[in-house]
């Protein structure tokens, strides 16, 4: 179900790249399928453009703080 789960976003995020919320699911769905490099390329990829929105920058943070 995992491995659906992120084929499913990968297909999202190539379709809507710059999307921040699509990449940050994507991300997390890295985390869970032990696929931490491709977490933290995303989620550092994404912070910049996650400025803008606490709620969102919280997430990024999040992640990135559970990847140490």
Do not use: F, N, T
């Amino acid at each position: 179900l995992l491995d659906r789960g992120v084929s499913l976003l990968e297909e999202a995020h190539r379709g809507i790249p710059e999307h921040p919320v699509v990449q940050l699911h994507l991300a997390l769905a890295y985390l869970e399928a032990s696929r931490r490099d491709d977490a933290r390329r995303l989620l550092v990829e994404l912070r910049p453009r996650a400025q803008a929105d606490a709620a969102l920058l919280g997430q990024v943070d999040d992640a990135l703080r559970s990847l140490e």
